[in-house]
């Protein structure tokens, strides 16, 4: 069992806690490692979206 800081009203809270006890939002295990995660799939979807967008204009020039 470890300890995590609860993102939004920043105590410490057990990982293994559904939700904090002192505001009550949802606490989701390995909350950093899913985030950075998500950051990297975000930006390989706007490269995605760019290049796409890119291929959309030369092609109607
Ligand atoms: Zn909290």
Redesign the pocket.
């Known amino acids: 069992m470890a300890m995590i800081q609860?993102p939004?009203?920043?105590?410490q809270?057990s990982n293994e806690a559904d939700k904090?006890p002192?505001?009550?939002?949802p606490i989701k295990r390995g909350l950093l490692g899913k985030a950075g995660t998500e950051r990297v799939i975000n930006v390989g979807c706007l490269v995605i979206l760019l290049v796409l967008v890119a291929i959309g204009i030369l092609t109607c020039l």
């Not at 939004?8 to 105590?11: G, I, L, S």
């Not at 002192?22 to 939002?25: D, P, S, V």
């Open positions: 609860c939004e009203c920043k105590k809270v904090c002192n505001c009550g939002i």
